[in-house]
């Protein structure tokens, strides 16, 4: 059997002691990245002795090297040349040379050979220098490969940070407990009866007490948890009903009476009769907070988008509609549910739609400022007009172009009618000049008239045309007092009017202005 020993987190721990802390070790290792225990059985086939599994395998481990029993290297690792060019010399001569600098760990290297050609697993720790100058811990193992008589496995594994973390554990003092006392997570350990064993700052802070406090056993784990505990909780199950290692969250209460959701890993050790939790603690107060306030921003987005009196549209470069606001849908007569994705194009007038998309599609090619375009829909034979402002998405968000309209078809049917009344009152100055004039000539026709009367007498023959001629002129001076108070613009003041009378003056217009049903 090819035996690998645990990794450096369990040297580490065992080194420590039983009750060094282990639960921040443990916390620590996870938030640092420390690998667990390897163990790793391999059987090679006595007629395979380069069994392609087993170097594919240890081709994997950091540092590895396999050597015969007269020591020589028969493979090693990439990793292993790198670390140790130990050249042509006999391999666990070189090896030998490199780490074992002085007495004490060459009677550790000793104990290594003595376990390798006896078929025995050993491991060992020595002290080396880096490349930098820096000192690191290397830990040496070796172990037996069966159906291969004399031949063993060397993997050397580099243990510096799980000894600092034990020694700091140990000595209470360093980088790494600081790092764990302060860590932006919250840290404890309880024993059977829910007792706090240890306590990290952070979650001491979150609960409004010192770390001294609970592990004083002032508090214990159901009492920093709101509300009743479950009737089947276990002293050191902070959910209810479970026995084993717990994941989920639960509502931890402070001494000054906060509230906050927490997250909590916990693993239960037992040995013997003896019951241990470890546990890691998350505040859930801030996310919850973010995703509240991205809910509230959300919603008033989407409340200012929805309800926004201007329409406001997203597409994509092949100018469909993504997404779209009640004011847009009601413009083009979109309906969210069957619209969302037809072409925006489409939804205009034929004879538009080309040079639309050209200078939309140009818009998005060449990032041109924010244009503005008059666009006319066509819809169930109702006519809509509309201001449309586009502007050019980032790239990195989607691309695609935001377009904003305003509805302008009540806009240009007030000022086709203002440009109307400027017409009417164009109409009404000319007739206004026109009638200035005419009444001139009518006054002096009606004058010559009157000359003629005076030469002809009633009775002769000349009396009734002259007659004629003077009444067609009056009436004609009365048209053109009425086209000239149509013109006039004068303040008009309420006065007693007799409508028969008013009727019977207009009668000879009133005829040729309206129809002969009214």
């Not at 086939?45 to 590895?64: K, N």
């Not at 829910?194 to 004083?216: D, I, K, P, Y």
């Not at 030469?455 to 003077?470: E, L, T």
Request: hydrophobic share 45%; glycine share 8%.
């Amino acid at each position: 059997m090819l035996t690998m020993l645990p990794t450096s987190l369990a040297v580490a721990a065992d080194e420590s002691g039983g009750n060094l802390r282990a639960a921040a070790v443990a916390a620590a290792a996870c938030l640092l990245g420390l690998a667990g225990g390897l163990l790793i059985a391999w059987r090679v086939g006595g007629a395979a002795r380069r069994d392609a599994r087993l170097i594919t395998h240890l081709a994997a481990v950091a540092t590895a090297a396999i050597a015969d029993r007269r020591g020589q290297a028969m493979w090693a690792s990439a990793q292993f040349r790198h670390r140790f060019a130990i050249g042509d010399e006999n391999f666990i001569t070189g090896l030998e040379r490199t780490l074992a600098t002085d007495a004490a760990a060459r009677e550790r290297f000793a104990a290594l050979r003595r376990a390798a050609a006896s078929g025995a697993t050993a491991r060992e720790l020595f002290t080396s220098r880096r490349s930098d100058g820096t000192a690191e811990t290397l830990a040496v193992s070796v172990g037996p490969i069966a159906d291969m008589a004399g031949c063993s496995t060397w993997q050397i594994e580099d243990v510096t940070t799980a000894r600092q973390f034990a020694e700091d554990s140990r000595t209470g003092t360093g980088d790494s407990l600081e790092f764990l006392e302060h860590a932006p997570i919250g840290l404890y350990s309880v024993d059977g009866e829910g007792r706090f064993l240890s306590v990290n700052q952070t979650l001491a802070m979150w609960l409004g007490v010192t770390a001294a406090e609970l592990t004083a056993g002032k508090l214990r784990l159901h009492q920093i948890i709101a509300g009743e505990p479950p009737k089947d909780a276990l002293p050191y199950d902070p959910f209810g009903g479970q026995t084993g290692d717990y994941v989920g969250e639960v509502r931890m209460k402070s001494r000054t009476g906060r509230v906050f959701d927490a997250f909590v890993s916990q693993v239960v050790l037992r040995e013997g009769g003896t019951v241990r939790a470890r546990a890691v603690v998350r505040d859930l107060t801030p996310e919850r907070e973010l995703a509240a306030a991205l809910l509230r921003s959300e919603r008033s987005f989407r409340r200012f988008f929805e309800e926004a009196p201007v329409g406001i549209a997203l597409i994509d470069d092949r100018f469909h509609v993504i997404e779209a606001n009640q004011a847009f849908q009601r413009m083009t007569k979109l309906a969210r549910a069957a619209g969302e994705g037809d072409s925006f194009v489409e939804l205009l007038r034929p004879e538009e739609r080309s040079e639309t998309a050209a200078l939309l599609a140009r818009m998005m090619r060449e990032n041109l400022p924010p244009a503005v375009l008059e666009v006319r829909f066509q819809r169930d034979g109702r006519e809509t007009t509309a201001s449309l402002y586009a502007s050019r998405v980032d790239p990195g968000m989607g691309g695609g172009l935001v377009l904003h309209m305003l509805d302008t078809t009540e806009q240009r049917r007030l000022e086709s009618q203002f440009a109307q009344s400027q017409k009417m009152q164009a109409i009404g100055q000319l007739a206004g000049g026109i009638a200035h004039d005419f009444n001139n000539l009518l006054t002096a026709m009606i004058g010559f008239c009157d000359l003629l009367l005076l030469r002809h007498r009633p009775g002769d023959q000349s009396f009734p045309d002259i007659m004629q001629i003077k009444q067609n002129a009056n009436r004609a001076a009365s048209l053109v007092r009425q086209l000239l108070a149509f013109s006039r613009q004068q303040t008009l003041q309420p006065k007693v009017l007799d409508v028969t009378d008013s009727l019977s003056e207009l009668t000879h217009l009133l005829r040729r202005l309206i129809g002969e049903n009214i």
